[in-house]
């Protein structure tokens, strides 16, 4: 299966199946020295994994991560970097009653057509399980931009449904986040949106809603012309997260609310910095970050797999009712968080290691 690698210069490919033996990746272009232990790692994986609430999957998963190379003495030693996570509470038989049925909007179908065969056993390499790969990968991206640049990546939810937060982007910390099961900052907001995912749960249904993500001390210059534009980069990264269905940078979509005139950000230069006096641009312009903040929102679709009966059809095309079994995420955005963090951490790695070869 092709499209398992992402990144040109700090590059991953990932490994492993929601339901099969361990689910992994590894990291090619890792720069030597850098300290890094599993603990590192195990921070964001905590984050992102499954049992840990009410309101998520209650698959009951450590996702302890074993470094199997790359590191010598607790420092990179430039070699591929092997990260593995083993599956320890797969319920397949869960998933017994859907290998002759097609869920709607999940990728059953699709993959069934492409390849001729699938994975029953809970989407295999379709389920957001191969995610926690990413963030691995993520969060030694994380701690080498960290080091180099003070580099800040921070997401949060911003909205589920039709429950909006009031965040400020400019000061939000992942200790503010983390606070909450749901990952909003915005206290109030927050429970509201518990209430009402506890309410879909209890229908056998699901909520989408909305991640927004900010990076904080950016370094000017980071991006490619013409095709390789930091923030095409970013869209293609956020956009190959399951469950994800739009992206938008900076004023995004509410741009066209605005005259050229009040869209553009104004330059000035402050103690010999330039800047900007708004940043509608999300930190970006021509595909190059100016030194703004970075923001972007990154929109959800409600979870695919629900307990609420459904029609659909069979491997035969017949119709069927399909009350979907198994543990799933009533609602995917508390455990998305740290997934959109590391795929803008993967991206930003890349771009970093990119300006510094033939910057």
Sequence with gaps: ???????????????????????????????????????????????????????????NEDDLVTIHSGVFKGKTTGT????????????????????????????????????GIRDFRGG???????????????????KFLNKKTKMEIVAYVEQVKNIKSAVNIDTVT??????????????????????????????????????????????????EPVFD????????????????????IGSGFDGILQNGSEHNDSYYSENG????????????QGGISNGELVHFRVVFKPTSTIRKQQQTIDINKNTVELSASGRHDPCVLPRAVPI??????LVLMDYYLLQKIYG
Excluded: W
Aim: with cysteine; glycine share 10%; aromatic share 4%.
């Design 174 to 223: 992942q200790k503010e986040v983390d606070a909450t099961i749901i990952r909003c900052p915005d206290k109030e907001a927050a429970v509201k949106m518990i209430e009402l995912i506890n309410k879909i749960k209890s229908e056998g249904d699901s909520v989408g809603g909305i991640i927004r993500c900010v990076v904080r001390n950016i370094p000017v210059g980071l991006g």
């Design 80 to 115: 591929p970097i092997m990260l593995q996570v083993k599956n320890t509470d797969a319920k397949s038989h869960d998933y017994d009653t859907l290998k002759d049925v097609f869920r709607p909007s999940h990728a059953d179908f699709t993959y069934s057509k492409k390849y």
């Design 229 to 248: 534009k930091l923030s095409a980069t970013l869209g293609h990264a956020i956009l190959s997260i399951p469950a994800v269905k739009g992206f938008e």
């Design 1 to 59: 299966m092709a499209g398992n690698t992402f990144g040109t210069v700090f590059k991953i490919t990932t490994f492993g199946e929601t339901h099969g033996k361990s689910v992994g990746c590894i990291i090619d272009g890792c720069p030597a020295g850098l300290t890094l232990s599993e603990k590192d790692i195990q921070i964001d994986l905590n984050r992102r994994r499954p049992g840990q609430s009410d309101i998520t999957t209650q698959r």
């Design 340 to 345: 959109v963090e590391a795929m803008a951490a």
């Design 273 to 284: 910095v330039v800047r900007t006096r708004t940043n509608n641009s999300g930190g970006i």
């Design 124 to 142: 295999g390499r379709a389920s957001a399980r191969e995610t926690l790969a990413r963030v691995a990968a993520g969060a030694v991206a994380r």
